[in-house]
């Protein structure tokens, strides 16, 4: 057990988390959780940093339900935030991506608790039927890695591309994907080189591709969502924010059509997400010309009406998050424990301007 979750620990038997919890302090502000997938097999042990159990994912659920919070529509949620109303507790849930796992595994738990959440829908993958090349890639050479084949030859390399350690694993993937990329191999030619690693690795990718491992749900699927526990926003069309305008424009346009047309919606999407958590000060303005104005992070904290709405805060729940880490954040007490701040970019690149408080996110500004 950490320092950390001696202390949590320690406050827990206090009473010092109800105390919070239940304080005027806590019903000002609003907990935003995040969830990137829910393991159909065995994701978790692939990424525990990415994916969770369902039976986790119940846990946490029935940890809120026993806690008396509430969990808000995140679209109300941030409304009420800045008005002022929020509910005692108040709690929004979030899902990146929009991938199988989450119609097959966190659906059937929403609807068991009735909780009503938020999915971040990248659209290119929905409508092209190939696995998501980055993180296909990345699982199938962990899920062949006590092969000692060498895939070097597939690239024409003499060189060694081995994937029976974690350094070796690494420097193998990010040599794949710049062969792809100096290729500009489109989604087919991609999927076709993953499938000859695996072959080449003995790793079944038949069967891989044929339980929807690591795809996004068809646009059949999204479809059918329920309206009333599933809110679908914008996370890009092509799962990445470009640094020129043209082009971030485009993937929130092309995401907000691709959208709109699967749901038969007309209505205009307010709410964002920035792929890998990764944003610049520039993006806010410009997310502003697409009629965005709510933007969610991956930075830890909890959010207050002084936070800035294109920088909400999220807890990205994990397999690695302990019970009692879950209980600190969502009780608001970790939130009031010093720690350093966290940036996916550098914040110089965050200006007063552009961000309204000064140079650096809001995420600890009381």
Known sequence: MSLKETVFGIAKKSGAFSFVRDSAWRKRRLMILCYHGVSMDDEHEWSPTLYITQERLRQRLQALKDGGYEILPLVEATN?????????????????????????RALP?????????????TTYYCLHRFPVFDTILSYVLWKGRSS????GPIIGEKEQRKVNTDAARNTTR?????YAAQKKMSAEEKDALVELIAKTLGVDYVAIKQR??????????????????????????????????ELFVREIRDNDEVIKDLVGDTRTLEHFCYPSGEYYGEFFKWLRECNV???????????????????LPRLVDTMQQSAVNFEAWISG????????????VDPARLTKAEVGVGTLPPARKR
């Open 333 to 344: 007490f970790a939130s009031l424990m010093p720690r350093k701040r966290q940036f996916r």
């Open 109 to 121: 738990v929403l609807r068991e608790f009735n909780a009503p959440a938020t999915l971040y829908l």
């Open 212 to 245: 929807g491992t690591l795809q996004l749900m068809t646009p059949d699927t999204v479809r059918t969502l329920p309206r009333d526990l599933v809110d679908i926003q914008l996370h890009t069309h092509r799962h990445r924010t470009p640094l020129d305008h």
């Open 174 to 178: 990010n040599r794949m994907r710049e």
């Open 80 to 104: 009420r935030l800045y008005a002022g109303t929020l509910p005692a507790r108040a709690v929004a849930l979030t899902f990146d991506d929009g991938a199988i796992d989450f119609e097959r």
């Open 148 to 151: 000692a084949a060498n895939l």
């Open 293 to 311: 104005h709510y933007a969610t992070t991956c930075v830890p904290d909890i959010a207050t009406s002084t936070t800035e709405p294109m920088l």
